[in-house]
Structure formats: structure tokens, C-alpha cells
Nanobody
Framework: QVQFVESGGGLVQPGGSLRLSCAAF????????MGWYRQAPGKQRDSVAR???????NYADTVKGRFTISRDNAKNTVYLQMNSLKPEDTAVYYC?????????WGQGTQVTVSS
């Protein structure tokens, strides 16, 4: 059974940084493109960044230059380094395959950017 467990969220001031982690359990990870997604209150869940099995990355325009996605296949973990955070980055952040698979959504981790 596949499960993704996100961690690392919290409350941070504008301009601050956070590093999110997503641990993958089950027979899935190294060969898959992985993605980070986020959902702000009252909005749909959107793709933030993704990384394929070879390490090639892609970012949403809203986070390009501020966020960095990476992966450690030995640890079955994908990371999202978030710098220069803005209030509009406030959301619940999730990881999943890319494209996403409905059965794999986890609980996410809350990121709140506020002074």
C-alpha cells in the first residue's frame, strides 16, 4: 500500500524559509516523477513543483526562483526548500506522484506565512 507522509510545515514570517519533507512508503518512488502541490483555503489544489526520476525539475511560475524541489531515492524522500516566503504561499502542502493519483493523497502539512 502506497502512502506519502508530509512534514516540516509551520508558521513563518514573510521572507523566511521552510524545508518540507515527504516520505514515501510502499512500492513506489525511485522510478516515478514526484510533485509538491498546495491548496489554499477556498481554492483548488495546484501543482507547485515536480521532479522526475532523473532529477529534472519544473516549477509553477509563482514559486520559480524561490522554491527548490529535490529527492533522495535512497531514503524514498522528496523535499521542498522554500525561501523568500510570501503570505500568498500560505496553504496546505501535499506530495504525490506527478500526475497525481487520487488514492495517494496524504494529510499534508500546513504552511502559514504571516507576521
Amino acid at each position: 500500500q502506497v502512502q506519502f507522509v508530509e512534514s516540516g510545515g509551520g508558521l513563518v514570517q514573510p521572507g523566511g524559509s521552510l524545508r518540507l519533507s515527504c516520505a514515501a512508503f510502499g512500492n513506489i518512488f525511485s522510478g516515478y516523477t514526484m510533485g509538491w502541490y498546495r491548496q489554499a483555503p477556498g481554492k483548488q489544489r495546484d501543482s507547485v513543483a515536480r521532479i522526475n526520476s532523473g532529477g529534472i525539475t519544473n516549477y509553477a511560475d509563482t514559486v520559480k526562483g524561490r522554491f527548490t524541489i529535490s529527492r533522495d531515492n535512497a531514503k524514498n524522500t522528496v523535499y521542498l526548500q522554500m525561501n523568500s516566503l510570501k503570505p500568498e504561499d500560505t496553504a496546505v502542502y501535499y506530495c504525490n506522484t506527478a500526475p497525481s493519483y487520487a488514492a495517494y493523497w496524504g494529510q499534508g502539512t500546513q504552511v502559514t506565512v504571516s507576521s
